[in-house]
C-alpha cells in the first residue's frame, strides 16, 4: 500500500542521508572526498554487534559507543592520510586516490580478521514493538532510524550555526588561508571535523546494519555507490542537499521496487546520478566552482 | 641448445597462465595510462574491460563472429559507451568523472548478473574458445607501446604533459582542451575492451564479479607503483604487481590489503612512482 | 590604424561585486598598449576576460573584427592571442626547449597519425619547429639552457622563457600580466629592452604593470582602471597629467595639492 511504502522509504532514505550527512561534510569543508569514510561505517556497526553480543548492551548504549569509536577512529586515520595530502595542496584527486587505497586496505584486514559471514544484532536488541496508524505499520526500529537520523541532523544544523566550533568549522570551509591566519587552530579543527564525520558514519552504521539486519564488512562499500549519488545530486559539500537527496533517494528505491520490480531498485541511485551529472552537476543546492586563472 | 629449449617449453607451458595475465595486465596498463598521462583520474578501466569481454564473449560463443572481426568489435563498443559517459562529464572537475566511471563500473556489475538470458547471471559466460595465444597478446602490447612512445614524442605528447601539469596554461598553449580528453578516455577504453576480449578468449570463462571496483583500483596501482614518466613505466608496473602474488602465495589473503597499501605509499610518498625515467618531447 | 582588439562594455560581475564595469578599450596593431590602476581595479580580471579565462557577464570582445567572446582560451590561441602569467605558470618537468615548443602548439598542423608513423613531413614539421625554438631561445637569451629542466630556472629566466613560449603561437597579440613583477632594475630595463624588440616582429603587445616607469617609458597608449570602470586613457604624457589618475593613486587631498602647487 502507497502510505506504507512511502513511510518505509523515508526510513530508508534518513538512512542514507545520516550516511551522507558525514561524507559531504568532509567534502565541503576540507574539499576532501574521503573515501574511508564507508570505513567508519562498518566499524560502527561491529562495535554496536560486539556491545550487544558480549556486553548484553541495549542500543541506547550501543550506537552511541559505535558511534564514538568510529569517531575516533576516523581522527586516526585521517591525521595519518590526509595531512600529508592537504599540505601539499595535492588536490582532490590526490585524495580520492589516497583514501580509495587505505579503505581498500582496511576492509580487507577487517575481512581477513574478522571474517565475511553476514552476522545479525541479536534477537531481543531492539523491543519489537510496533504501531498501526491507519493501515500503516511502523515499528519502534523505523522510529528510532528516523528519529536519530534527525535529532543528529538537528544537532549538526545547531552546531554549525551556534557553537564557536561550528564558526570556526564554516571559516575553514569557506577559506583556509583566511581561518589559519585570523588564529583559527585548522589542525584542531579539521580533526573536529573528522570525527564530526566518523560519528556520523558510525551512527548510519549501526542503524543501517539494523534496518537491513545484515552486518559484514563490506557493507560500506556497498552504500558508497549510494552515498556517492546523494552528495552529488544533493550537492557536494551542502547539509541540506545531503538531506533532502538522501530522502528523496530512499523513497525512490522503495516505490520503484514495490511499483517496478526489486532490480530496477538497484538503478534508481546510478540512474539519477547520472541525469544530475548531465543536467545540474553541480546538484540541488551546490554552486558552481568558478574557474580562477 | 635443446635442453635450454626444452626448459622454455616446460616454463612456458607451467606458468602459460601467468605470462597470459602479464601481458593482458600490461594492456591494462597502457589503458590506464593513456588518462592519467593527461591528468585524469578515470577509474572505468575494469568497467571497459568488463564491456569488452562480454562483448567479445558473446560474439563468438552466440553469433559466431570470426575472431579477427571480434577484436576489433571488442574495442569499439566500450569505445562508445567512454564517448557517451564522457561527453557531459569532460566539462566538470576531474572528481566527477572519478565518481562517474566508479558508479559505471558497479551499475555494470548489476546489469551482468541480472541479464541472465543474455550474459549467462552470476555464472558467467563459460566455454569461450581460446583464440587470444601468447603471440597477439604480447604483439599487441608492444605495438601500443611503441605507438605510445612515438605519440609521446611529438605536440601530442607534450599536450598530454602541459595538460598534466598545469590544465589551464596548456589550454592557453592552444590545447584543445575537451578533446584531448575526450580522446584519451576513449582510447583509454579501446585499449581495455581489448584487454578484456584478449583474456575472455583464453581463461575460457568470464563472470559479473571480475570487473569491479576491486579490479579498477588493483588497475589503477599498476600505474601509481610504476609511474608514468613513459609508456613502459606502468606496464612494468603492471608485471610487478601481477607477478608479485605468485611470489606472495602464502599471503594470497592480503592481495587486497597489500594492494591498498600500494596505493596509499605511492600517493604519498612516492608521487613518481618506481621507474624514475621521463619520455623526451622532442623527436 | 585599426583596432586588433575591441572591448566593448565588458562587465564582469562576481556574486557581490563587479570586477570589470563598462569597458571599452581599442588596441591598436603594431603598438604597446599597457593597462594601469591602482591595486583591485579590475585589471587582471579584464585580462582573463580577454585571455577567454573568464567569461564576462555582459560586452563583446572582437579580435580583427571576430566576436571572440564566447571562445575558449584554445580558440583564441588558434586566432593569433597569447599570454603570460602573472604567477608564471611554466610546465616545470619539461625542459625549456620542449616548454617552447608547447607554445607552438597552435602552429604544428601535421595530423597525429603522421606523428605515429613518424613520417618525413612530420619530422621536418618537428625539426622546422626546433628551429624557430632555438630562435627565440636565442631572443630571449636562453639559447645555451635549451635542454635544462625549466622548474630549476631563475625566476627571471621563467620569466624570459614565458615569453618565449608565449611567441612560439606566433601571435598577433601578446597579453603580458605583470611582465616585470618581482624584477630588479637590472632586469627590468633588459626585460623593456626585449619587449621593445618585438615590436619588430609584428606583435602588439597589451600589458598589465605596476611599474610606472616600465610602463610609462614602453607603452604608446595607456588605459586606467579605478574600481573597475576604465577612468582614463591617452598617451603616456596624457596620463601622467591627468587629475582623475593622480586622485585615483594618490587620494584626493594630495592630487589637491598637486594641482595648486602646478597651477
Given at each position: 500500500m502507497l502510505s506504507q511504502q512511502i513511510v518505509n522509504g523515508l526510513v530508508l532514505g534518513s538512512t542514507y542521508a545520516l550516511f551522507s550527512l558525514g561524507f559531504t561534510l568532509i567534502f565541503g569543508v576540507l574539499r576532501v572526498i574521503n573515501l574511508t569514510y564507508g570505513f567508519y561505517f562498518s566499524v560502527g556497526a561491529f562495535v554496536a554487534l560486539y556491545l550487544a553480543r558480549s556486553m548484553e548492551a541495549s542500543i541506547w548504549v550501543a550506537l552511541p559507543t559505535g558511534a564514538l569509536v568510529a569517531g575516533l577512529v576516523a581522527v586516526v586515520v585521517d591525521s595519518v592520510l590526509l595531512t600529508r595530502i592537504r599540505r601539499t595542496k595535492a588536490g582532490e584527486l590526490a585524495s580520492l586516490m589516497v583514501t580509495l587505497g587505505a579503505v581498500l586496505a582496511l576492509y580487507a584486514l577487517m575481512a581477513v580478521t574478522i571474517g565475511t559471514e553476514i552476522q545479525r544484532f541479536p534477537f531481543g536488541f531492539v523491543d519489537n514493538t510496533a504501531w498501526e496508524f491507519g493501515g500503516v505499520r511502523i515499528s519502534l526500529v523505523q522510529v528510532l532510524i528516523v528519529g536519530t537520523a534527525l535529532a543528529l541532523v538537528a544537532v549538526l544544523f545547531l552546531l554549525l550555526q551556534r557553537t564557536r566550533l561550528g564558526l570556526m568549522i564554516r571559516a575553514l570551509a569557506e577559506n583556509e588561508d583566511a581561518a589559519r591566519l585570523m588564529g583559527i587552530n585548522v589542525d584542531a579543527t579539521v580533526m573536529a571535523v573528522s570525527f564530526l564525520s566518523g560519528f556520523l558514519g558510525g551512527a548510519a552504521g549501526v542503524l543501517i546494519g539494523l534496518n537491513f539486519n545484515a552486518i559484514q564488512p563490506f557493507m560500506g562499500e556497498a552504500m558508497m555507490l549510494r552515498g556517492f549519488a546523494v552528495i552529488i545530486i544533493g550537492g557536494l559539500g551542502d547539509i541540506r542537499g545531503a538531506l533532502v537527496a538522501g530522502v528523496l533517494l530512499g523513497v525512490l528505491e522503495v516505490l520503484t521496487a514495490g511499483y517496478i520490480s526489486s532490480t530496477a531498485k538497484e538503478a534508481v541511485a546510478f540512474s539519477i546520478l547520472v541525469l544530475t551529472l548531465w543536467?545540474?552537476?553541480?546538484?540541488?543546492?551546490g554552486r558552481a566552482q568558478a574557474k580562477k586563472a | 641448445m635443446t635442453n635450454m629449449a626444452e626448459w622454455l617449453d616446460n616454463f612456458l607451458f607451467t606458468y602459460e597462465t601467468l605470462i597470459h595475465a602479464l601481458g593482458v595486465n600490461g594492456l591494462l596498463a597502457l589503458s590506464i595510462y593513456c588518462v592519467m598521462a593527461l591528468g585524469q583520474l578515470s577509474l572505468g578501466q575494469a568497467a571497459f574491460q568488463g564491456i569488452g569481454a562480454y562483448t567479445g564473449a558473446l560474439l563468438t560463443l552466440k553469433l559466431g563472429v570470426p575472431f579477427w572481426l571480434v577484436l576489433p568489435l571488442s574495442a569499439l563498443v566500450p569505445a562508445l559507451v567512454a564517448l557517451i559517459i564522457g561527453g557531459p562529464t569532460l566539462r566538470l572537475s576531474g572528481v566527477y568523472l572519478a565518481i562517474a566511471t566508479i558508479a559505471l563500473g558497479e551499475v555494470l556489475r548489476i546489469l551482468y548478473v541480472n541479464a541472465e538470458s543474455i550474459t549467462g547471471g552470476a555464472l558467467g559466460l563459460s566455454g569461450i574458445p581460446r583464440k587470444a595465444d601468447l603471440f597477439l597478446v604480447y604483439g599487441l602490447l608492444v605495438v601500443c607501446v611503441v605507438g605510445f612512445w612515438t605519440i609521446g614524442r611529438s605536440k601530442i605528447g607534450r599536450a598530454m604533459e602541459a595538460m598534466r601539469e598545469d590544465e589551464v596554461a596548456a589550454g592557453v598553449m592552444g590545447v584543445n582542451l575537451p578533446l584531448y580528453k575526450l580522446g584519451a578516455l576513449v582510447a583509454s577504453a579501446m585499449l581495455a575492451g581489448l584487454a578484456g576480449s584478449l583474456a575472455a578468449h583464453s581463461n575460457n570463462f568470464i563472470g559479473p564479479n571480475e570487473y569491479g571496483f576491486e579490479h579498477a583500483v588493483t588497475i589503477l596501482s599498476f600505474a601509481l607503483l610504476g609511474g608514468i614518466g613513459t609508456p613502459l613505466a606502468p606496464v612494468i608496473g603492471a608485471m610487478v604487481l601481477t607477478a608479485l602474488p605468485e611470489v606472495l602465495r602464502p599471503l594470497q589473503d592480503f592481495r587486497l590489503v597489500i594492494n591498498g597499501l600500494i596505493i596509499v605509499v605511492a600517493v604519498l610518498?612516492?608521487?613518481?612512482?618506481?621507474?624514475p625515467f621521463r619520455l623526451r618531447r622532442t623527436s | 590604424m585599426s583596432a586588433l582588439l575591441s572591448a566593448r562594455g565588458l562587465t564582469m560581475q562576481f556574486l557581490g561585486l563587479v570586477a570589470v564595469k563598462d569597458v571599452d578599450v581599442d588596441v591598436t596593431a603594431g603598438s604597446v598598449h599597457g593597462i594601469i590602476g591602482p591595486n583591485g581595479a579590475g585589471k587582471t580580471t579584464l585580462f582573463n576576460l580577454v585571455s577567454g579565462l573568464m567569461r564576462p557577464t555582459s560586452g563583446t570582445l572582437t579580435l580583427e573584427g571576430r566576436d571572440i567572446t564566447a571562445l575558449p582560451p584554445y580558440s583564441r590561441t588558434r586566432l593569433g592571442l597569447a599570454r603570460t602569467f602573472q604567477n608564471i605558470r611554466m610546465f616545470t618537468d619539461m625542459t625549456v626547449l620542449e616548454n617552447v615548443m608547447t607554445g607552438m602548439h597552435t602552429r604544428l598542423t601535421t595530423p597525429g597519425w603522421m606523428a605515429l608513423l613518424r613520417l618525413p613531413g612530420f619530422r621536418a614539421e618537428e625539426r622546422a619547429g626546433k628551429a624557430y625554438a632555438d630562435e627565440l631561445l636565442e631572443l630571449v637569451g636562453l639559447a645555451d639552457k635549451a635542454d635544462v629542466r625549466s622548474g630549476s630556472l631563475a625566476y627571471g629566466e621563467q620569466r624570459r622563457l614565458e615569453i618565449a613560449r608565449a611567441l612560439a603561437a606566433r601571435p598577433r597579440l601578446l597579453l603580458l600580466d605583470e611582465p616585470a613583477a618581482g624584477m630588479n632594475p637590472a632586469e627590468t630595463r633588459d626585460l623593456a629592452a626585449l619587449l621593445r624588440k618585438l615590436g619588430h616582429r609584428d606583435v602588439t603587445l597589451l600589458l598589465v604593470e605596476h611599474d610606472m616607469g616600465f610602463v610609462m617609458d614602453l607603452c604608446d597608449r595607456i588605459t586606467v582602471l579605478n574600481f573597475g570602470s576604465k577612468i582614463a586613457e591617452g598617451d603616456p604624457r596624457e596620463i601622467r597629467n591627468d587629475p582623475a589618475v593622480i586622485e585615483a593613486y594618490l587620494g584626493s587631498k594630495i592630487a589637491e595639492r598637486l594641482a595648486r602647487t602646478l597651477a
Open positions: 543536467f545540474r552537476p553541480v546538484g540541488l543546492f | 610518498f612516492l608521487p613518481r612512482g618506481i621507474i | -
